[in-house]
């Protein structure tokens, strides 16, 4: 009888023991504060206006998406800005590098070979501009990547408003989103080796449809 009990007692631990909890995905709840830009009618904002991407999107909002998230780690990333239309002479302030344009943010989620941040999301304000030339601007770009994609689903899909932008669309084969909404033009993209994200080659699609689908109807709450 006493052998019987930790035979059970053995099987127990490693049942406990099998592997990290499964990945929960959940809706976008954003509650960060508006993004609340105002450039100049007809004209770019300057520079020094533009938002700090490392703050377009706390800790809380990626929790609401994904409640195991932890760890988080911020890093800028530098973006230059060139002018609307090279045959005007933009206005002063608006063009050149701004620190932190774009964002990497870096966390951990559940897995089997433990690593302290193994997903990411990227977000990166390509313009910041009036509302009428942010959405000429974005058109131009989805004009182009459709052309360079042709008839290929897996780099170009136009999203039109399905994610609460005014216009979103698939770029290239990874987890890459381009979009406007008001006076911002940006992508979000990122990546993860967690379980439950998928295998390879699924993993981009995935984190882009259950994450980063996600991010972009938070951020364009907020930019509404």
């Not at 709840?29 to 904002?45: C, F, I, V």
């Not at 890093?75 to 933009?90: A, D």
Request: overall charge neutral.
């Amino acid at each position: 009888m006493v052998a019987a009990t930790v035979v059970s007692a053995g099987v127990l631990l490693t049942a406990c023991s099998s592997g990290p909890p499964q990945l929960r995905f959940e809706p976008a709840k954003p509650s960060g504060p508006r993004l609340d830009a105002r450039p100049a009618r007809g004209g770019a904002l300057p520079l020094d206006q533009w938002p700090n991407a490392c703050e377009a999107l706390g800790d809380d909002e990626i929790r609401a998406i994904l409640p195991q998230a932890k760890d988080f780690e911020r890093k800028p990333i530098k973006v230059t800005v060139l002018n609307f239309n090279p045959l005007s002479k933009p206005d002063p302030g608006t063009t050149g590098d701004v620190p932190t344009g774009g964002c990497t943010t870096e966390f951990g989620l559940p897995a089997k070979y433990k690593s302290k941040r193994n997903s990411s999301i990227r977000i990166v304000f390509k313009t910041v501009a009036d509302p009428a030339l942010v959405a000429d601007a974005y058109a131009e770009d989805l004009e182009h990547e459709a052309k360079q994609a042709g008839q290929d689903t897996t780099k170009f899909r136009d999203l039109k408003d399905s994610l609460g932008s005014a216009g979103c669309y698939t770029k290239g084969t990874s987890a890459t989103m381009a979009c406007h909404q008001g006076p911002y033009e940006f992508e979000v993209s990122g990546m993860s080796t967690a379980d439950g994200v998928g295998k390879y080659p699924e993993t981009d699609e995935n984190w882009r449809a259950k994450v980063l689908t996600e991010v972009v109807r938070t951020l364009s709450a907020r930019m509404a």
